[in-house]
Structures are given as C-alpha cells and as structure tokens.
C-alpha cells in the first residue's frame, strides 16, 4: 500500500520507527482542518498560524515521550491540543485582542463571552447564542451593581464594551474585567443554587 493511503495510526507507528515523511503525510492530511478550526477561533492569520505551529510542536513533542493512546483518533486528538492551546492563548492577557480597534470592514472587539464559551461550560453557550433565560435573569439582579450593569447593557441591551466603557465612564479593560467578574459570580451562583437553565 502506498504510504500516503495508510490509515493514521500506521502513519504514526512508521513515524514513532524513524520514518519522518509518515508524519508530513500526516501533517499535510490533517493541516488544512486544523488551522480553519485554530483560525475560526481566533479570528486572525498571524495567530492562527502561530497556534498552529505550536499544535504540532506538541504533538510531536508528545508522540516522541511515547504519551499518545493509540486507542483515540488522531485528528479528534490534535483537535484538542489546538483548542487548549487557544484557550492558554486567551488567558494570556499579554496576547489579549485590542478592544475596538477597526478593520477595513469589521470592528475586531473582544467579546470575553465568546473566548468562554471556549471552555466546556453550557452557561457560557446560553448567554452568548440563545435568550438569556428568566432565571438567570434573576441571579444577574444579586450580583453587584457594576457588575449587573455590564451584563445588562451587553447581553441585554446589546451594547458593545466601547459604548459600555464610554456611558459608564471607565475604561475597556474595567468593562471587560467587570464582565469576567459577573461570569464567574453567576456560575458560582448556579453550581451553589443546583439552577438548570432551560430552553425557553
């Protein structure tokens, strides 16, 4: 069988045996579907591209310690070590998006919202894509007041956190910090209180 039709775990067996062109057969399988998900994410080539090299930095750096379960799915695998990585990419605040800065076309405003939602988290998935329910709209009434503010004139007035940081007089990063401090209030408050959100 030519080498370029072999299924992925034999690919990575001839690899982890010396056989470097197993993984660019690999890569090349592989790498289009991988950076379209990276790139999705965050929204930006530069990045993208960095993300992506580092995602198959790991994987082989992992493939090499013998730390791959050959039991899983290759790509499903590498899938996840490109979402973790943009996650860490997100946390860290020095590579954080600049808030509001204009493109040609689109505003590039950083919504904290949709890097939460990154995280396996389905109160993340209700406020950001669907109605926020009457529930929550009642927790968001016990947080504090700036923080129930910036939830409100977000998600519930659609306001962008330039317009929230000019009304309220703070600036964007205060907007932003108030609104990553209302999450993690308000799923403190769900897990504390057993709440289920449901579809309304």
Excluded at 149 to 159: A, D, I, L, S, T
Aim: glycine residues 4%; aromatic residues 8%; contains cysteine.
């Amino acid at each position: 069988m030519a080498t370029d039709k072999l299924a992925d775990q034999q690919l990575i067996r001839n690899y982890l045996e010396g056989n470097d062109y197993s993984f660019e057969i690999l890569l090349k399988r592989h790498q289009d579907r991988v950076f379209n998900y990276i790139n999705k994410l965050v929204k930006n080539t530069d990045v993208a591209n960095d993300v992506f090299q580092d995602t198959f930095i790991k994987v082989i750096s992992t493939l090499k310690r013998g730390m791959y379960n050959e039991e899983g799915k290759f790509l499903p695998w590498v899938m996840r070590i490109a979402h973790n990585l943009v996650i860490d990419y997100f946390r860290n605040s020095s590579k954080m998006p600049i808030v509001g800065r204009k493109n040609n076309s689109d505003s590039d405003e950083f919504d904290i919202f949709q890097i939460l939602k990154l995280e396996d988290c389905t109160v993340e998935d209700e406020i950001v894509e669907g109605q926020i329910h009457e529930d929550l709209r009642a927790l968001v009434e016990l947080l504090p007041q700036e923080q129930r503010q910036v939830v409100k004139m977000r998600h519930f007035m659609g306001m962008s956190f330039k317009d929230i940081a000019d009304s309220s007089d703070v600036s964007i990063n205060t907007a932003l910090g108030r609104m990553r401090y209302a999450l993690i209030n308000l799923r403190k408050m769900i897990k504390e209180n057993d709440i289920m959100l449901t579809v309304s």
